[in-house]
């Protein structure tokens, strides 16, 4: 086996092994084209809809307040609310943070009280960690007890004083925050009701693992970012380059020099029918090809002069076409590969094939 195939076979097993963590976790996370997604999968017992509804509305509307971002290259983050209804939260639903719905009744007894630590045994709105280690650890499951009062209005005579926020404080649990660790950990009303930068970026450190914006990200922002290794940036203007050269959108690299195959068996040779094509891959670049009447007459590695066609791409890509789990049309179409034809015809013969393609 080559070094480079077994480096790629240990780097997919460590991809499953994430992947199984987090379809085990609760607080999930998911890593696309630099965007974070983390969802919050939250199992009510004794709720009804309509509570359930605004609850989940209110976690949205605070955890996405104000367009979070995310490291030193500025990852959009975004909080989704995933729920179900369950009976009881003994034994705890598989794959869920899950809240026993306690009924007030006007007394303080009829309010959740608080099983340890410190206060134990005083009565609170709501709170988490009932047999589980609060705040979670990675994103793993939490179980609590909230009042049907949880998220109550500030001043019932005055609407406009909206409600507390503590739906969206006890997330900040399942996200890994400790209480007393400011904004919203601190205050559940009030201007400074709100997640900090702080809590984001914990959030994701907690429940993505390090790294989860990483320097590659900073690549197209419009900015040759010189310390993340860049020596160009597509949307900058001057881009950076040399006029000879491309700056490839992926890599933001000018002088593509290290060198990477690329296995050509799912490409589909009739777009290429006669043409020189040099490929770029986003870590290891980059290989060529001179195609003639669907033949490949010549490959090899590094750049071609007077190429006709480049073709832009990253490592995730060319790996998932060159195990099949996507074609390299879907890969196209998804945006995923780049291409772009050197001169006017071959810009216009690959616009006529993208809309061709897009019929399917
Ligand atoms: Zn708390």
């Known amino acids: 086996m080559k070094r480079g195939a077994l480096f790629l076979s240990i780097l997919f097993l460590i991809i499953l092994i994430l992947n199984f963590n987090l379809v085990s976790a609760k607080t999930s996370c998911d890593v696309k084209d630099c965007k974070i997604t983390i969802t919050i999968y939250l199992a009510f017992a004794g709720a009804t809809d309509s509570q359930i509804n605004s609850w989940s509305q ?68 709501a709170y988490v960690g009932k047999t589980t280690q609060s705040p979670s650890v990675g994103g793993a499951s939490l179980d609590g007890e909230w009042s049907n009062i949880t998220s109550r209005p500030v001043d019932p005579n005055d609407p406009s004083k909206g409600n507390y926020l503590d739906a969206a404080h006890e997330i900040g649990h399942m996200l890994g925050l400790a209480d007393g660790s400011g ?22 450190n907690n429940v993505c693992g390090p790294n989860a914006c990483p320097d590659k990200c900073c690549c197209g922002n419009g900015v040759i970012d010189n310390n993340k290794g860049e020596q160009c940036d597509p949307k900058a203007n001057p881009r950076g380059c040399s006029l ?51 033949q490949i007459i010549d490959a090899g590695k590094g750049k071609l002069e007077n190429p006709t066609i480049n073709v832009f791409s990253d490592e995730e890509t060319i790996n998932a076409i060159h195990d099949g789990e996507i074609s390299f049309i879907q890969a196209m179409n998804d945006g995923r590969l780049i291409y772009e034809g050197e001169g006017f015809f071959n810009k216009i013969k690959f616009k006529i094939i993208s809309f061709l393609v897009d019929i399917f």
């Open 58 to 125: 209110e976690i949205s509307n605070v955890w996405n307040g104000n367009g979070q971002t995310t490291g030193d290259c500025k990852c959009p983050v975004n909080f989704k609310v995933n729920t179900s209804k369950v009976t009881n939260c003994s034994p705890m639903p598989a794959g869920y943070h899950c809240i026993q719905i306690l009924p007030w009744n006007g007394t303080d007894a009829s309010l959740p009280h608080l099983p340890a630590g410190p206060n134990a045994g005083k009565a609170v709105v």
């Open 244 to 294: 000879n050269d491309v700056c490839c959108p992926i890599c933001c690299q000018c002088d593509l020099t290290r060198i990477q195959s690329f296995n050509l068996t799912y490409v589909p040779l009739g777009m290429f029918s006669n043409e020189r094509i040099n490929f770029y891959s986003n870590l290891e670049p980059h290989f060529h090809i001179i195609t003639s009447n669907n």
């Open 183 to 204: 904004g919203l950990m601190n205050f559940t009303s009030g201007n400074d009701a709100k997640p900090t930068q702080q809590h984001i970026d914990d959030a994701v």
